[in-house]
């Protein structure tokens, strides 16, 4: 009987050991807890990023087969997450008014990209950055003259200043797109 007492008194773990473990699962999870935030921040702004690209190259495209300008806009307001449209432009290639109510607006990022994120470079204020714009491609799929001179720039980045930096480069008035990240995009 004194032995059977023995074997059980010494399973488990007592409340120091117990203690220690949790005190090395949080300090791993305090080291560990910032890169992982760092690395859902880069994955969200290369998503928006990539969507991005794809929205110019579609609009492209699209000019091109039905021969009909598009305009893609940004809409980047403080009251709004960061928004994409892309419309038919009817009208010698000028800047077609929007309606912001529109119902083909579409969320960048899924959501996940806050306002004022997005920055476009390469305007028709000779390369200051704005909130919104627009680009416009004529019925060639050439980039159209009328809103400024190229390489066009849409940059995306998180509020934070050491937070990487995404960016689509419209090069050239051919249309010639790449995306980029980081240095490449203050070319």
Known sequence: MKRNRSNRSIAGF????VLVIIIIVGILFAIAAPSWVGF??????????DQTFELLRSAQAEAKRTKVSRAIAFDNTADQRARVIVVPVVNDLSTPTIDPSDGRWQVLGNGDIKSRA???SGRPDKGTETSSGTIIFDTYGNVSPN???A?????????TTVSPKRCVRVTTLLGAMLPAEDGDCNL
């Open 14 to 17: 007592t409340l120091i050991e």
């Open 40 to 49: 859902l921040n880069r994955q969200r702004i290369t998503t928006a990023r």
């Open 118 to 120: 997005i920055k476009i």
């Open 147 to 149: 809103v400024g001179a």
């Open 151 to 159: 390489p066009y720039t849409i940059t995306i980045q998180a509020a």
